[in-house]
């Protein structure tokens, strides 16, 4: 069954030079030059009374305007116009080029008609010799059924679909090499929409790179990234890691960046939750502090351990230091792990607080004095750490902002 017709360029371009040159036009025949006749007053035919006028002539009955609203309003099927360049190509009425493939066949074609539609072609029909009227080109390395696809697409842009996933690969080679664009965008669309798979893409790559099609290289070059692992062992890796070592480095190295992009990214994802747990670590803190949760508080507070559970998701993991915090006998710089992660978490808070003086978390201000005899490496240690924090926060209150809005 034939594919979907498409639109070549130079068959596109003989329509409209065919609609816009082969006008017809019905002038209005120049009347004859009147010649008088002088009658006798007297005779007969001059005396009849009420002789009706004769009709008008038939070129006066339609008007130019007329004429060319009715060729301008006539519609020409594109399909017909294909059908009949697509019987022309099987019939191969008139032809004056045979196209020798493989085996000594041949395919009979048009010269006028390949050379508009493929200036190449064209010029390789022009140096080839004629005999008995014919010109003959050889097309050998390429099956017999593929350029006979390849003329059919020259001659009315149609194909059958099993050819063209057949021999869509000894397509792309043909198009390029006689630069025939649209026949090359075809083949690319075809391979980018769903021909591609593990056993192919290393031949198609190849020639992809060949045949200048970026878009369709950067396809390949994607899927092998994505699946290593499988094209890798398969034949057509390892046909080209010897034909062509130069591109199995190029690939090895677009695999080992994209594992670094991977392993950046996961890093990144990882160091964000880092910050996200640090930023939801101070507001617990606060909430501690200030407002007291279920059974751990500030002295003025009434708890009650009955309460609705604490929206803050890390107030129970923040709870348990502060009660070990709270009750350490080590206490010593470097010596409790747990001691030292509050006294972190308490630095770190009081470099992101804004109310000081107010502020009801413990040792707030003292950090705030601390800061003043920091060295200059230790306040940029601290100051990068709290615009990570700043940032993760900004993040959240983003992310909150949009789901209320949706």
Known sequence: MASPDMRTPWLSSAVESFGGSFKIRIEEE???????????????????????????????????????????NSDCDPKEIKDTWDKLFKEGYGADVHII?????????????????????????????????????????????????????????????GDMKKFVLHLLVLSHAYSVPSLKRVCINHLEQGWLNLENVIDVLQLARNCDAPRL??????????????????????????????????????????????????KKIEEKKVYLQLHEAMEALVHICRDGCRTIGPRDKVLKAS????????????ETLVRHFSSCKIRVPGGCVHCKRMWQLLELHSRICDEPDCCKVPLCRHFKVKMLQQTKKDAAKWKVLVSKVNAAKNAVSLFSSRRAVF
């Open 307 to 318: 309460q609705a559970a604490c929206s803050f998701p890390a107030c129970k993991g923040l």
């Open 217 to 266: 290289t950067l396809f390949c070059i994607r899927m092998i990234v994505r699946n290593f692992k499988n094209i890798s062992s398969t034949e057509g890796w390892k046909v080209m890691r010897q034909a062509n070592p130069v591109l199995e480095q190029e690939l090895l190295e677009f695999v080992v960046e994209a594992d670094s992009r991977k392993q950046d990214r996961l």
């Open 30 to 72: 120049e009347t004859v030059e009147s010649v008088e006749f002088f009658e006798d007053p007297s005779s007969p035919a001059c005396n009849l009374p009420n002789i009706p006028n004769p009709p008008p002539a038939p070129g006066k009955t339609s008007s130019k305007a007329t004429n060319r609203r009715q060729l301008s």
């Open 101 to 161: 493939t493989e085996h000594g066949s041949f395919i009979p074609a048009h010269y006028a008609l390949l050379s508009v539609a493929s200036p190449v072609l064209g010029n390789f029909l022009q140096q080839s010799k004629v005999r008995y009227g014919i010109r003959c080109i050889k097309t050998l390395g390429v099956p017999r059924d593929a350029v006979s696809a390849f003329i059919r697409f020259l001659y009315s842009a149609c194909y059958e679909g």
